[in-house]
């Protein structure tokens, strides 16, 4: 190519720059991993000529999703994947809105209970449902990604979306999730065991990731009575919990100390809060990023 040529690619690319790591993180469940997969298909595509393509953000989005597909399985491959309840890397913006910034990133409302569903997917699976039903990619395209033909790509997109469906759909109201997050976290301040019930789904479903510490200390809390029984052991922290949009939907930050203990997200269906994700390893803890949270720098 040219330098005009360079030049011209170059631009198209950052304009789609949020697109692609809104696409990776999907499918990587990491900012950090999107970037580096969105970086690493710049340098892939620096070598590549885009002369005749025809529709270059579907270009830049097979690209990308090529990349993260090699990712997702030099980590199976290196059996990276934990055993235990993993939590992916939450997005973190002020209660009162979410950044600019984070926008591209959670469009589709790519919540926290979302991602934790494609976790549990094969790295074809997920690819395959993440291109066509999130960003209306056509098995045609997908197909030579996935090494299958495009209706085995359709299968594997369908086997996907069949766990996808399985996950809670979410209340919209975001004032009626504040409500009910902001209660549990008063219960538990009170150490109130009822009004902890009060606020959950009989079937209410707590992820605890603390990551490799004790391997007994990440674990799925089932059911009312066993999450609140957490809620009021949480109680010594809970002074120290502080509202947050988590993903979009209602949560809260743990900072003590100018320190980031926790990030909880909730997903609230029916009036009720069915499922808590709550991430508290502190080595993934450090990827967080808070700087839109004025108090959880100080």
């Not at 298909?41 to 070598?47: G, I, N």
């Not at 999703?65 to 491959?77: H, Q, T």
């Not at 979410?98 to 990133?105: F, I, T």
Request: aromatic share 6%; with cysteine; net charge negative.
């Amino acid at each position: 190519m040219t330098v005009d040529e360079c030049d011209w690619l170059a631009e198209r690319f950052e304009d789609n720059r949020g697109h692609l790591r809104a696409v990776a993180y999907r499918m990587l469940g990491s900012v950090s991993e999107a970037d580096d997969a969105v970086q690493e298909y710049w340098l892939r595509l620096s070598r590549s000529d885009p002369s005749g393509v025809e529709n270059l953000q579907a270009w830049f989005t097979t690209g990308v999703a090529r990349v993260c597909l090699d990712m997702l399985r030099s980590k199976k491959s290196r059996r990276e994947e934990p055993l235990e309840p993993h939590i992916p890397e939450p997005i973190v913006s002020r209660a009162d809105g979410v950044d600019p910034e984070h926008e591209a990133l959670l469009a589709d409302s790519v919540g926290l209970a979302l991602l934790v569903v494609l976790e549990t997917l094969a790295p074809a699976e997920r690819l395959a449902f993440v291109l066509h039903d999130t960003f209306a990619i056509p098995f045609d395209e997908i197909a030579p990604l996935v090494e299958r033909t495009p209706a085995a790509a359709r299968q594997l997109a369908s086997r996907a979306r069949r766990r996808v469906q399985g996950a809670p759909v979410p209340d919209v109201d975001l004032d009626r999730q504040r409500e009910l997050v902001d209660a549990f976290l008063a219960a538990a301040r009170g150490a109130d065991f009822d009004a902890l019930l009060a606020v959950l789904d009989p079937d209410v479903v707590l992820r605890i990731d603390r990551g490799a510490r004790p391997p007994d200390a990440s674990r799925d809390v089932r059911g009312a009575f066993a999450v609140a029984k957490r809620g009021v052991a949480f109680s010594r922290l809970a002074p120290f919990a502080g509202p947050a949009l988590v993903n979009g939907g209602a949560g809260f930050v743990v900072v003590r100390h100018g320190r980031l203990l926790g990030v909880a997200g909730f997903t609230v269906a029916n009036g009720k809060i069915v499922e808590i994700d709550l991430l508290m390893d502190p080595g993934r803890l450090h990827e967080v990023d808070l700087t839109d949270l004025d108090y959880a720098r100080q």
